[in-house]
């Protein structure tokens, strides 16, 4: 049974700094990453990683997030820096997996004060 586990949201002043991570486990995933969704927008993709460590990020994103990821432990990390309040969301782990295809995590809020 697939599993994946999110932590580390939370409240944080514009600015500031998260950290979120997302720990899997039951298969074997080939891409992992983050998505977002902010009240009354569709989900959108913030980072995603591979196993072999390449990434990609959400323009709006880009030099204040960093994606990173264990394959031994199956934890992917998202770090947030100068957190702006258009960053508040929930945010989901995803993992996809060629035998369990692709797998949501149950989300974590993060909101940012201005």
């Known amino acids: 049974q697939v599993q994946l586990v999110e932590s580390g949201g939370g409240l944080v002043q514009a600015g500031g700094s998260l950290r979120l991570s997302c720990a899997a486990s039951?298969?074997?995933?080939?891409?992992m990453g983050w998505y977002r969704q902010a009240p009354g927008k569709q989900r959108e993709p913030v980072a995603v990683?591979?196993?072999?460590?390449?990434?990609n990020y959400a323009d709006s994103v880009k030099g204040r997030f960093t994606i990173s990821r264990d394959n031994a432990q199956n934890t992917v990390y998202l770090q947030m820096n100068s957190l702006k309040p258009e960053d508040t969301a929930v945010y989901y782990c995803?993992?996809?997996?060629?035998?369990?295809?692709?797998?949501w995590g149950q989300g974590t809020q993060v909101t940012v004060s201005s």
């Open positions: 995803n993992a996809k997996s060629v035998f369990h295809g692709d797998n």
């Open positions: 039951g298969s074997i995933f080939s891409i």
């Open positions: 990683i591979t196993s072999g460590g390449n990434s």
